[in-house]
Protein backbone atom coordinates (compact mmCIF):
# COMPACT_ATOMS: atom_id res chain seq x y z
CA UNK A 1 0.00 0.00 0.00
CA UNK A 2 1.39 3.62 -1.01
CA UNK A 3 0.43 6.77 0.26
CA UNK A 4 0.45 9.54 -2.40
CA UNK A 5 -0.70 13.09 -3.50
CA UNK A 6 -1.69 14.08 -0.40
CA UNK A 7 -3.27 17.60 -0.75
CA UNK A 8 -4.99 20.36 1.72
CA UNK A 9 -7.90 22.10 0.57
CA UNK A 10 -9.83 24.93 2.30
CA UNK A 11 -11.97 23.89 5.54
CA UNK A 12 -9.55 21.78 6.84
CA UNK A 13 -10.08 19.06 4.09
CA UNK A 14 -7.54 16.74 2.66
CA UNK A 15 -7.59 14.72 -0.43
CA UNK A 16 -5.06 11.54 -0.58
CA UNK A 17 -4.52 8.33 -3.09
CA UNK A 18 -3.89 5.12 -1.62
CA UNK A 19 -2.27 2.78 -4.35
CA UNK A 20 -3.29 -1.04 -3.41
CA UNK A 21 -1.19 -3.67 -5.04
CA UNK A 22 -3.00 -6.03 -7.77
CA UNK A 23 -2.52 -8.72 -5.39
CA UNK A 24 -4.75 -7.66 -2.40
CA UNK A 25 -7.06 -6.24 -5.12
CA UNK A 26 -7.49 -9.58 -6.35
CA UNK A 27 -8.34 -10.79 -3.23
CA UNK A 28 -11.06 -8.41 -2.26
CA UNK A 29 -12.46 -8.77 -5.41
CA UNK A 30 -12.81 -12.93 -4.74
CA UNK A 31 -14.38 -11.43 -1.56
CA UNK A 32 -16.97 -9.44 -3.27
CA UNK A 33 -17.53 -12.27 -5.90
CA UNK A 34 -18.57 -14.90 -2.32
CA UNK A 35 -20.17 -11.51 -0.72
CA UNK A 36 -22.66 -10.85 -4.46
CA UNK A 37 -22.72 -13.95 -6.30
CA UNK A 38 -26.21 -14.90 -4.61
CA UNK A 39 -27.83 -11.48 -5.50
CA UNK A 40 -26.71 -12.35 -9.24
CA UNK A 41 -29.06 -13.78 -12.19
CA UNK A 42 -26.93 -16.41 -14.89
CA UNK A 43 -29.31 -18.16 -17.18
CA UNK A 44 -28.25 -22.08 -16.35
CA UNK A 45 -26.93 -21.66 -13.13
CA UNK A 46 -28.79 -21.94 -9.71
CA UNK A 47 -28.56 -18.84 -7.68
CA UNK A 48 -25.29 -18.75 -5.98
CA UNK A 49 -23.68 -21.10 -8.07
CA UNK A 50 -22.26 -19.10 -11.05
CA UNK A 51 -18.58 -19.01 -11.61
CA UNK A 52 -17.23 -15.33 -11.05
CA UNK A 53 -16.11 -15.58 -14.60
CA UNK A 54 -18.98 -16.38 -15.92
CA UNK A 55 -20.69 -13.52 -13.96
CA UNK A 56 -17.80 -11.05 -15.12
CA UNK A 57 -18.12 -12.24 -18.84
CA UNK A 58 -22.21 -11.05 -18.71
CA UNK A 59 -22.22 -8.01 -16.64
CA UNK A 60 -18.62 -6.57 -16.97
CA UNK A 61 -14.88 -7.37 -15.51
CA UNK A 62 -15.60 -4.30 -13.43
CA UNK A 63 -18.84 -5.74 -11.52
CA UNK A 64 -17.23 -6.27 -8.80
CA UNK A 65 -14.53 -3.51 -8.59
CA UNK A 66 -17.04 -1.13 -6.36
CA UNK A 67 -17.42 -3.50 -3.62
CA UNK A 68 -14.14 -4.66 -3.19
CA UNK A 69 -13.18 -1.19 -2.96
CA UNK A 70 -15.92 -0.88 -0.26
CA UNK A 71 -13.69 -3.85 1.28
CA UNK A 72 -10.62 -2.41 1.46
CA UNK A 73 -11.32 1.10 1.94
CA UNK A 74 -11.51 1.15 5.85
CA UNK A 75 -8.06 -0.75 6.65
CA UNK A 76 -6.52 1.65 3.82
CA UNK A 77 -8.01 4.44 4.81
CA UNK A 78 -6.75 4.11 8.66
CA UNK A 79 -3.14 3.03 7.75
CA UNK A 80 -2.86 5.73 4.76
CA UNK A 81 -3.62 8.43 7.40
CA UNK A 82 -1.47 7.18 9.97
CA UNK A 83 1.27 6.85 7.87
CA UNK A 84 0.43 10.47 6.72
CA UNK A 85 -0.02 11.59 10.27
CA UNK A 86 -3.51 13.07 9.29
CA UNK A 87 -5.34 13.66 12.52
CA UNK A 88 -8.79 13.00 11.17
CA UNK A 89 -12.04 14.20 12.25
CA UNK A 90 -15.63 12.54 11.15
CA UNK A 91 -16.25 9.94 8.01
CA UNK A 92 -14.18 10.13 4.92
CA UNK A 93 -15.67 9.60 1.90
CA UNK A 94 -14.46 7.63 -1.07
CA UNK A 95 -14.35 11.00 -3.90
CA UNK A 96 -12.69 8.27 -6.96
CA UNK A 97 -11.31 5.03 -7.48
CA UNK A 98 -9.43 3.72 -10.93
CA UNK A 99 -7.34 0.39 -11.70
CA UNK A 100 -4.43 0.58 -14.37
CA UNK A 101 -3.44 -1.83 -16.86
CA UNK A 102 -1.42 -3.85 -14.32
CA UNK A 103 -4.50 -4.45 -12.46
CA UNK A 104 -3.20 -2.09 -9.40
CA UNK A 105 -6.03 -0.15 -7.24
CA UNK A 106 -6.04 3.62 -6.66
CA UNK A 107 -8.58 4.35 -3.99
CA UNK A 108 -8.77 8.85 -3.78
CA UNK A 109 -9.89 9.60 -0.32
CA UNK A 110 -11.33 12.98 1.16
CA UNK A 111 -11.59 13.80 4.81
CA UNK A 112 -11.30 16.66 7.31
CA UNK A 113 -8.92 17.05 9.58
CA UNK A 114 -8.89 18.42 12.79
CA UNK A 115 -8.14 22.23 12.11
CA UNK A 116 -5.32 24.82 12.93
CA UNK A 117 -6.17 26.97 15.50
CA UNK A 118 -4.67 30.59 15.81
CA UNK A 119 -5.35 32.00 19.77
CA UNK A 120 -6.21 35.26 20.02
CA UNK A 121 -6.12 36.36 23.40
CA UNK A 122 -7.97 34.06 26.41
CA UNK A 123 -5.28 35.50 29.56
CA UNK A 124 -6.81 38.74 31.24
CA UNK A 125 -10.17 38.97 29.61
CA UNK A 126 -12.48 41.66 30.78
CA UNK A 127 -16.36 41.05 31.73
CA UNK A 128 -18.91 42.52 33.51
CA UNK A 129 -19.42 41.27 37.04
CA UNK A 130 -22.71 41.86 39.79
CA UNK A 131 -22.32 40.84 42.97
CA UNK A 132 -25.05 38.33 44.10
CA UNK A 133 -27.32 39.68 46.58
CA UNK A 134 -30.72 38.03 47.80
CA UNK A 135 -33.99 40.56 48.71
CA UNK A 136 -36.33 40.09 51.36
CA UNK A 137 -39.21 40.25 48.30
CA UNK A 138 -37.05 36.59 46.76
CA UNK A 139 -36.86 35.28 50.55
CA UNK A 140 -40.47 36.02 51.16
CA UNK A 141 -41.96 34.64 48.23
CA UNK A 142 -39.93 31.82 48.52
CA UNK A 143 -41.26 31.06 51.98
CA UNK A 144 -44.75 31.69 50.80
CA UNK A 145 -44.42 28.92 48.01
CA UNK A 146 -43.34 26.53 50.64
CA UNK A 147 -46.37 27.78 52.88
CA UNK A 148 -48.83 27.20 49.94
CA UNK A 149 -47.40 23.81 49.62
CA UNK A 150 -48.11 23.35 53.08
CA UNK A 151 -51.69 24.16 52.67
CA UNK A 152 -54.76 22.24 54.05
CA UNK A 153 -57.71 22.19 52.01
CA UNK A 154 -61.33 22.60 53.70
CA UNK A 155 -64.75 22.34 51.80
CA UNK A 156 -66.57 25.19 52.56
CA UNK A 157 -70.20 26.24 51.54
CA UNK A 158 -70.04 29.02 49.29
CA UNK A 159 -69.32 30.22 45.57
CA UNK A 160 -65.93 29.07 44.36
CA UNK A 161 -63.24 32.09 44.55
CA UNK A 162 -60.21 32.87 42.83
CA UNK A 163 -57.52 30.75 44.79
CA UNK A 164 -60.00 27.98 45.96
CA UNK A 165 -59.33 24.14 44.76
CA UNK A 166 -62.34 22.68 43.41
CA UNK A 167 -63.39 18.99 42.01
CA UNK A 168 -65.18 18.94 38.65
CA UNK A 169 -66.23 16.38 36.36
CA UNK A 170 -65.46 18.36 32.38
CA UNK A 171 -66.41 17.30 28.82
CA UNK A 172 -65.58 19.80 25.79
CA UNK A 173 -67.27 19.83 22.67
CA UNK A 174 -67.05 21.13 19.26
CA UNK A 175 -69.90 21.85 16.95
CA UNK A 176 -71.39 20.01 19.44
CA UNK A 177 -69.15 16.01 18.58
CA UNK A 178 -66.92 15.75 21.17
CA UNK A 179 -63.45 15.63 21.39
CA UNK A 180 -60.25 13.07 22.47
CA UNK A 181 -58.93 14.63 25.98
CA UNK A 182 -61.82 17.01 26.79
CA UNK A 183 -62.96 14.70 29.31
CA UNK A 184 -62.23 14.37 33.04
CA UNK A 185 -63.93 12.98 36.61
CA UNK A 186 -63.07 14.55 40.07
CA UNK A 187 -60.60 16.45 38.77
CA UNK A 188 -59.13 18.91 41.11
CA UNK A 189 -58.12 22.30 39.75
CA UNK A 190 -57.45 25.70 41.35
CA UNK A 191 -59.13 28.46 40.13
CA UNK A 192 -56.44 30.92 38.75
CA UNK A 193 -53.78 28.87 38.32
CA UNK A 194 -53.71 29.45 34.70
CA UNK A 195 -53.63 25.77 34.11
CA UNK A 196 -56.58 25.47 31.79
CA UNK A 197 -57.04 27.51 28.16
CA UNK A 198 -57.88 30.87 29.14
CA UNK A 199 -61.11 31.88 30.11
CA UNK A 200 -62.15 28.76 31.76
CA UNK A 201 -61.51 29.33 34.98
CA UNK A 202 -62.82 33.01 35.27
CA UNK A 203 -66.34 31.14 34.14
CA UNK A 204 -65.97 28.81 37.20
CA UNK A 205 -65.97 31.71 39.49
CA UNK A 206 -68.93 31.63 41.31
CA UNK A 207 -70.45 28.75 40.56
CA UNK A 208 -71.32 26.04 44.14
CA UNK A 209 -70.87 22.52 45.17
CA UNK A 210 -73.34 20.75 42.98
CA UNK A 211 -74.09 22.99 40.34
CA UNK A 212 -74.16 22.22 36.80
CA UNK A 213 -73.21 24.45 34.14
CA UNK A 214 -71.39 25.48 31.40
CA UNK A 215 -67.99 27.04 30.06
CA UNK A 216 -66.97 28.63 26.65
CA UNK A 217 -63.58 29.28 25.37
CA UNK A 218 -61.62 29.56 22.15
CA UNK A 219 -58.97 27.64 21.68
CA UNK A 220 -55.43 29.34 21.16
CA UNK A 221 -54.14 29.50 17.50
CA UNK A 222 -50.98 28.16 19.17
CA UNK A 223 -52.69 25.34 19.74
CA UNK A 224 -53.32 21.26 18.82
CA UNK A 225 -54.02 21.47 14.79
CA UNK A 226 -57.51 20.01 15.15
CA UNK A 227 -58.73 22.37 17.69
CA UNK A 228 -56.50 25.19 17.32
CA UNK A 229 -58.90 28.59 16.65
CA UNK A 230 -61.96 26.92 17.38
CA UNK A 231 -64.80 27.17 19.60
CA UNK A 232 -65.66 25.18 22.28
CA UNK A 233 -68.24 24.30 25.34
CA UNK A 234 -67.37 22.31 28.51
CA UNK A 235 -70.04 21.11 30.51
CA UNK A 236 -69.35 20.80 33.96
CA UNK A 237 -69.91 19.26 37.26
CA UNK A 238 -68.62 20.85 40.55
CA UNK A 239 -68.09 18.86 43.06
CA UNK A 240 -66.47 20.21 46.09
CA UNK A 241 -64.95 23.77 46.91
CA UNK A 242 -62.05 23.73 49.19
CA UNK A 243 -60.34 26.95 50.31
CA UNK A 244 -56.20 26.89 51.21
CA UNK A 245 -55.43 26.96 55.36
CA UNK A 246 -52.33 28.58 55.14
CA UNK A 247 -49.88 27.23 58.38
CA UNK A 248 -48.92 30.23 60.33
CA UNK A 249 -45.09 31.77 60.19
CA UNK A 250 -43.83 30.62 63.18
CA UNK A 251 -41.64 27.94 64.60
CA UNK A 252 -43.72 25.09 64.11
CA UNK A 253 -43.71 25.53 60.32
CA UNK A 254 -39.93 25.97 60.27
CA UNK A 255 -39.88 22.18 62.02
CA UNK A 256 -42.43 20.97 59.67
CA UNK A 257 -41.02 21.76 56.64
CA UNK A 258 -37.07 22.26 57.79
CA UNK A 259 -34.39 20.57 60.17
CA UNK A 260 -34.81 24.11 62.00
CA UNK A 261 -36.22 24.35 65.27
CA UNK A 262 -37.18 28.11 64.83
CA UNK A 263 -38.31 30.12 62.15
CA UNK A 264 -35.77 33.07 61.87
CA UNK A 265 -32.81 29.62 61.73
CA UNK A 266 -35.06 28.27 58.47
CA UNK A 267 -35.49 31.88 57.15
CA UNK A 268 -31.27 32.39 57.20
CA UNK A 269 -31.25 28.96 55.50
CA UNK A 270 -33.30 30.36 52.51
CA UNK A 271 -31.64 33.23 52.15
CA UNK A 272 -28.32 31.27 52.32
CA UNK A 273 -29.80 28.41 49.73
CA UNK A 274 -31.05 31.87 47.06
CA UNK A 275 -27.24 33.25 47.80
CA UNK A 276 -25.89 30.59 46.80
CA UNK A 277 -27.94 29.76 43.90
CA UNK A 278 -27.63 33.27 42.65
CA UNK A 279 -23.71 33.50 42.98
CA UNK A 280 -23.50 30.11 40.72
CA UNK A 281 -25.39 32.12 38.18
CA UNK A 282 -23.67 34.86 38.56
CA UNK A 283 -20.56 32.97 38.19
CA UNK A 284 -21.94 30.73 35.16
CA UNK A 285 -22.60 33.82 33.29
CA UNK A 286 -19.45 35.40 34.30
CA UNK A 287 -17.62 32.49 32.54
CA UNK A 288 -20.04 31.97 29.63
CA UNK A 289 -19.23 35.72 28.67
CA UNK A 290 -15.57 35.20 29.22
CA UNK A 291 -15.48 31.99 27.10
CA UNK A 292 -17.15 33.40 24.41
CA UNK A 293 -14.79 36.44 24.21
CA UNK A 294 -11.85 33.78 23.65
CA UNK A 295 -13.55 31.93 21.00
CA UNK A 296 -14.85 35.07 19.16
CA UNK A 297 -10.66 36.20 19.73
CA UNK A 298 -9.12 32.26 18.00
CA UNK A 299 -9.42 31.59 14.17
CA UNK A 300 -10.19 28.69 13.50
CA UNK A 301 -12.29 26.76 10.69
CA UNK A 302 -14.79 24.38 12.18
CA UNK A 303 -15.10 20.72 10.41
CA UNK A 304 -18.58 19.72 9.66
CA UNK A 305 -17.57 16.05 10.92
CA UNK A 306 -16.97 17.78 14.28
CA UNK A 307 -20.61 19.68 14.41
CA UNK A 308 -22.44 15.80 13.50
CA UNK A 309 -19.98 14.05 16.07
CA UNK A 310 -21.33 16.68 18.70
CA UNK A 311 -24.98 16.33 17.41
CA UNK A 312 -24.65 12.89 17.93
CA UNK A 313 -22.64 13.43 21.51
CA UNK A 314 -25.96 15.19 22.80
CA UNK A 315 -28.71 13.09 21.19
CA UNK A 316 -26.93 9.90 22.72
CA UNK A 317 -26.84 11.69 25.93
CA UNK A 318 -30.54 13.35 26.01
CA UNK A 319 -31.20 9.33 24.95
CA UNK A 320 -29.43 8.13 28.35
CA UNK A 321 -30.87 10.50 30.38
CA UNK A 322 -34.38 9.48 29.35
CA UNK A 323 -33.13 5.59 30.17
CA UNK A 324 -33.34 4.56 26.40
CA UNK A 325 -31.22 1.80 25.93
CA UNK A 326 -28.04 2.35 23.36
CA UNK A 327 -29.47 0.05 20.68
CA UNK A 328 -31.62 2.88 19.23
CA UNK A 329 -31.20 4.02 16.16
CA UNK A 330 -30.69 7.58 15.19
CA UNK A 331 -33.09 7.66 13.22
CA UNK A 332 -35.83 5.91 15.99
CA UNK A 333 -34.20 8.49 18.48
CA UNK A 334 -35.28 11.67 16.89
CA UNK A 335 -38.78 10.26 16.32
CA UNK A 336 -38.69 9.59 19.79
CA UNK A 337 -38.57 13.27 20.33
CA UNK A 338 -40.94 13.72 18.15
CA UNK A 339 -39.01 15.65 15.51
CA UNK A 340 -37.57 15.22 11.54
CA UNK A 341 -33.78 14.87 11.29
CA UNK A 342 -33.80 18.77 9.71
CA UNK A 343 -35.70 19.88 12.81
CA UNK A 344 -33.38 18.22 15.32
CA UNK A 345 -30.23 19.62 13.14
CA UNK A 346 -32.08 23.32 13.61
CA UNK A 347 -32.15 22.73 17.12
CA UNK A 348 -29.05 21.60 18.04
CA UNK A 349 -26.35 22.64 15.46
CA UNK A 350 -26.12 26.30 16.42
CA UNK A 351 -25.16 24.51 19.88
CA UNK A 352 -23.24 22.01 18.60
CA UNK A 353 -20.89 24.37 16.59
CA UNK A 354 -20.35 26.62 19.98
CA UNK A 355 -19.71 23.53 21.22
CA UNK A 356 -17.11 22.33 18.63
CA UNK A 357 -15.49 26.21 19.30
CA UNK A 358 -14.95 25.57 22.86
CA UNK A 359 -13.50 22.18 22.86
CA UNK A 360 -10.79 23.35 19.99
CA UNK A 361 -10.35 26.65 22.06
CA UNK A 362 -9.41 24.68 25.74
CA UNK A 363 -7.11 22.03 23.59
CA UNK A 364 -5.45 24.84 21.61
CA UNK A 365 -5.12 26.10 25.27
CA UNK A 366 -4.02 23.04 26.69
CA UNK A 367 -1.10 22.99 23.68
CA UNK A 368 -0.01 26.27 24.77
CA UNK A 369 0.22 26.50 27.93
CA UNK A 370 1.49 22.71 28.31
CA UNK A 371 -1.01 21.60 30.34
CA UNK A 372 -1.24 17.82 31.81
CA UNK A 373 -3.28 16.04 34.00
CA UNK A 374 -1.62 14.61 36.89
CA UNK A 375 -2.48 11.45 39.31
CA UNK A 376 -3.65 13.59 41.64
CA UNK A 377 -5.73 14.91 39.33
CA UNK A 378 -7.20 11.44 38.08
CA UNK A 379 -7.30 10.31 41.79
CA UNK A 380 -9.50 13.52 42.72
CA UNK A 381 -11.89 12.68 39.87
CA UNK A 382 -12.45 9.68 41.30
CA UNK A 383 -13.08 10.21 44.76
CA UNK A 384 -15.80 12.59 43.02
CA UNK A 385 -17.13 9.51 41.83
CA UNK A 386 -17.21 7.85 45.10
CA UNK A 387 -19.34 10.68 46.46
CA UNK A 388 -21.57 11.13 44.14
CA UNK A 389 -22.89 7.29 43.07
CA UNK A 390 -21.76 5.66 46.21
CA UNK A 391 -22.17 2.25 46.14
CA UNK A 392 -22.24 2.30 42.26
CA UNK A 393 -18.64 4.21 41.92
CA UNK A 394 -16.72 0.99 40.91
CA UNK A 395 -19.15 -0.06 38.49
CA UNK A 396 -19.67 3.51 36.93
CA UNK A 397 -15.43 3.74 37.14
CA UNK A 398 -15.55 0.89 34.97
CA UNK A 399 -17.42 2.07 32.16
CA UNK A 400 -15.30 5.25 31.90
CA UNK A 401 -12.22 5.80 29.40
CA UNK A 402 -9.06 6.98 30.82
CA UNK A 403 -8.29 8.96 27.55
CA UNK A 404 -11.79 10.78 27.11
CA UNK A 405 -11.16 11.75 31.12
CA UNK A 406 -7.60 12.77 30.73
CA UNK A 407 -9.11 15.24 27.50
CA UNK A 408 -11.40 16.36 30.11
CA UNK A 409 -9.84 16.98 33.23
CA UNK A 410 -7.03 19.20 31.14
CA UNK A 411 -9.66 20.89 29.46
CA UNK A 412 -10.99 22.21 32.47
CA UNK A 413 -7.40 23.18 33.57
CA UNK A 414 -7.16 25.15 29.93
CA UNK A 415 -10.95 26.94 31.26
CA UNK A 416 -9.59 27.71 34.88
CA UNK A 417 -6.23 30.04 32.57
CA UNK A 418 -9.18 31.84 31.13
CA UNK A 419 -11.20 32.27 34.42
CA UNK A 420 -8.64 32.90 37.23
CA UNK A 421 -6.77 35.55 34.97
CA UNK A 422 -9.66 37.27 34.21
CA UNK A 423 -10.91 40.68 35.37
CA UNK A 424 -14.66 41.65 36.74
CA UNK A 425 -15.54 45.15 35.43
CA UNK A 426 -18.43 46.97 36.61
CA UNK A 427 -22.13 45.99 35.01
CA UNK A 428 -22.97 48.08 32.63
CA UNK A 429 -25.55 50.81 33.64
CA UNK A 430 -28.81 50.68 32.30
CA UNK A 431 -29.45 53.13 29.90
CA UNK A 432 -32.61 55.45 29.76
CA UNK A 433 -34.45 55.86 26.82
CA UNK A 434 -33.62 59.73 27.10
CA UNK A 435 -29.63 57.74 26.98
CA UNK A 436 -30.08 55.56 24.02
CA UNK A 437 -28.00 56.94 21.23
CA UNK A 438 -30.23 58.01 18.54
CA UNK A 439 -30.58 56.58 14.51
CA UNK A 440 -30.68 59.26 11.84
CA UNK A 441 -33.95 59.39 11.43
CA UNK A 442 -35.14 60.78 15.06
CA UNK A 443 -31.31 63.17 14.96
CA UNK A 444 -32.77 64.63 11.33
CA UNK A 445 -35.91 64.98 12.79
CA UNK A 446 -34.44 66.81 15.89
CA UNK A 447 -32.63 68.98 13.55
CA UNK A 448 -35.84 69.98 11.84
CA UNK A 449 -37.61 70.71 14.81
CA UNK A 450 -34.70 72.93 16.51
Same mark, same amino acid.
Given at each position: ??????????????????????????????? +??? =?????????????????????????????????????????????????????????????????????????????????????????????????????????? +?????????????????????? *???????????????? !?? *??????????????????? !????????????? *???????? /???????? *??????????????????? /????? !???????????? $???????????????? =??????????????????????? $??????????????? +???????????????? %?????????? #?? #???????????????????? %????????????? /??????????????????? #???????????????????????????????? %????????????????????
Amino acid at each position: MTVKNVEKKENSTVIFQVEIDKDAFENAINS +AYR =RLKGQIYVAGFRKGKAPRVVIEGMYGSDIFHEEAVQILAPEAFEQAAGEAQLDTVGMPSIADFSVDDDKNLTITFSTEVYPEVTLGQYRGLEAPWTEPSVSDEEID +ATIERERKNSARYVDVDRPVQK *GDTIVLDFEGFVDGVA !FA *GGKAEDYNLEVGSGSFIPG !FEDQLVGMEAGQD *GEVHVTFP /EQYEESLA *GKDATFKVKVHAVREPQLP /ELDDE !FAKDVSEFDTFE $EYRNDVRAKLLTMATE =RAESDFKSQLMNQAIENMTAVVP $EGMVSEKTDEFLRNY +AESMGIGGNVSREDLI %KMLGMTEDTF #MQ #MMRPAAIRQVQADLLLDAIV %KAEGLEASQEDKD /EFYKQIEADYGENAEKVKG #MIDETLMTRDLVRRKAASVIYDTAVKTEPRAE %KTAAEEPKDGGEAAAEEVKD
